[in-house]
């Protein structure tokens, strides 16, 4: 395709984007688990009996870790079976996007038709993502990795409609995103589009990878009053989710808020076994097997994650009213290892910052801690671990209602909204 009209529409070079129509990865992914699943139990089922010998007759207690590859088969046919029944029940379920492509600098929006009976009580979330694909390593250890560029989660406006449940949502994308890449070579952009809903049975999962460029164009079809429902709900959530949160306490004196430790218990853990599993290779090839160089390299880096993982898990940051100001606590297991106070005068701006990412699959989650900076130019850190863009909005309107901060806001911390280096979890 070289006819020079692909030059202003560059989205046309990609077969699936002929139309406003998008269909889902559901399908592919179903085959797929099925594929990667017999492969891998194929493969992995006679690891049980080498491991048995090499435990029973060998005394070789470390082969136990070889137990791990039949025990990810059992987990891989889960996800196989759950694939399958989740595309059986919902059916394709395409998105019409309007406007078309989805526009930075303008709407992301449309409507999705779910095969589902209407349920008002059903709450459908949608999180759109501008993903980085970058390869990483060199040689043999080469892979192919994702890191999120931007987000934003909203609650998707749900009505009867023709196959049973019509959903109707927008985004407001800001200037200056990456665009979709349809060449895809070692780095390239996309935007990945998420449906989710919890419903009894099987749970509602689907990724889109829409078309999103910079053409500044804004929805003409969709029904105002559905976005303007469902952005009150949305609204809704975000507060009651960010008082779930923010422990708000009332003292003599003065307000009080309390971030205790092991709030980041899930993926902390999670980080730390990973971590302390690659420091013990690390430990075991250097005074075992002689491999200093690569043993310190592996052990170190799973070190390095160990650590910051325990730091995750058993930090707690307090923050105090006081006369005419805010003053905060840091702790490490109970044990005072920073904090600062800061006279409301001081405040030049508030503002949300990426702190950390963890993905799951091709499903990416940021997220966001509130700060100030004062006119020194300093920061300070005043709340944690807001989950999502909305989320870590909601918690800056409330701690400005709630300890007075009149300085202006940003919307993102001044060099980018996220991090690119910052720390990611994957799992």
């Known amino acids: 395709k070289t006819d020079p009209a692909y030059t202003d529409r560059p989205w046309l070079l990609n077969d699936d984007w002929q139309t406003n129509t998008i269909r889902s990865s559901s399908k592919a992914s179903m085959w797929m688990a099925w594929g990667f699943a017999i492969f891998w139990n194929a493969i992995s089922s006679i690891t049980p009996f080498v491991a048995y010998e090499e435990i029973v007759e060998k005394q070789n207690t470390i082969?136990?870790?070889?137990?791990?590859?039949?025990?990810?088969?059992?987990?891989?046919?889960?996800?196989?079976?759950?694939?399958?029944?989740?595309?059986?029940?919902?059916?394709?379920?395409?998105?019409?996007?309007?406007?078309?492509?989805?526009?930075?600098?303008?709407?992301?929006g449309g409507t999705i038709d779910v095969n589902l009976p209407f349920d008002p009580n059903a709450r459908f979330t949608l999180t759109l993502t501008n993903i980085h694909s970058y390869e990483s390593g060199s040689g043999k250890n080469r892979s192919q990795k994702e890191k999120a560029v931007w987000q934003d989660?909203?609650?998707?406006?749900?009505?009867?409609?023709?196959?049973?449940?019509?959903?109707?949502?927008?985004?407001?994308?800001?200037?200056?995103?990456?665009?979709?890449?349809?060449?895809?070579?070692?780095?390239y952009h996309l935007w990945r589009l998420n449906l989710a809903a919890d419903i009894p049975g099987t749970d509602l999962d689907r990724d889109y990878e829409i078309p999103v460029y910079p053409t500044g164009q804004q929805s003409r079809l969709l029904s105002g009053y559905a976005i303007e429902?469902?952005?009150?709900?949305?609204?809704?959530?975000?507060?009651?989710?960010?008082?779930?949160?923010?422990?708000?306490?009332?003292?003599?004196?003065?307000?009080?808020?309390?971030?205790p430790m092991g709030r980041n218990l899930g993926g902390g853990l999670m980080g730390f076994l990973v971590g302390a599993i690659f420091a013990g290779v690390g430990w075991f090839l250097v005074f075992r097997e002689g491999q200093t160089i690569f043993g310190s390299i592996f052990g170190g880096i799973g070190t390095l994650v160990a650590i910051a993982c325990f730091y995750a898990i058993f930090n707690s940051l307090e923050v105090r009213q006081v006369p005419n100001g805010i003053r905060t606590i840091r702790r490490l297991l109970r044990i005072p290892v920073g904090g600062s106070?800061?006279?409301?005068?001081?405040?030049?701006?508030?503002?949300?910052?990426?702190?950390?990412?963890?993905?799951?699959?091709?499903?990416?989650?940021?997220?966001?801690?509130?700060?100030v900076r004062d006119n020194a130019g300093k920061k300070h850190t005043?709340?944690?671990?807001?989950?999502?863009?909305?989320?870590?909005?909601a918690a800056m309107r409330?701690?400005?209602?709630?300890?007075?901060?009149?300085?202006?806001?940003?919307?993102?911390?001044?060099?980018?909204?996220?991090?690119?280096?910052?720390?990611?979890?994957?799992?």
């Open 382 to 393: 005043i709340a944690v671990g807001f989950k999502g863009k909305s989320q870590a909005e």
């Open 63 to 108: 082969a136990l870790i070889a137990l791990i590859f039949p025990l990810i088969g059992i987990g891989l046919l889960v996800w196989a079976i759950r694939r399958t029944l989740e595309w059986r029940r919902f059916g394709p379920a395409p998105i019409m996007l309007d406007p078309f492509p989805g526009s930075i600098g303008g709407h992301v």
């Open 341 to 371: 106070q800061l006279h409301l005068g001081q405040v030049a701006e508030v503002y949300k910052h990426s702190s950390m990412q963890s993905q799951s699959g091709g499903k990416h989650t940021v997220y966001y801690d509130v700060l």
């Open 229 to 259: 429902r469902a952005r009150s709900e949305q609204s809704k959530l975000d507060e009651e989710s960010v008082r779930n949160v923010i422990n708000l306490e009332h003292t003599p004196q003065g307000k009080r808020l309390f971030f």
């Open 153 to 187: 989660a909203i609650i998707a406006h749900a009505e009867p409609g023709a196959s049973g449940t019509r959903l109707t949502f927008r985004f407001d994308v800001p200037e200056g995103q990456s665009p979709s890449d349809t060449e895809k070579d070692d780095s």
């Open 398 to 427: 409330l701690l400005e209602r709630e300890f007075g901060l009149r300085a202006p806001r940003r919307e993102q911390e001044p060099d980018a909204e996220i991090d690119p280096l910052g720390p990611e979890v994957s799992y």
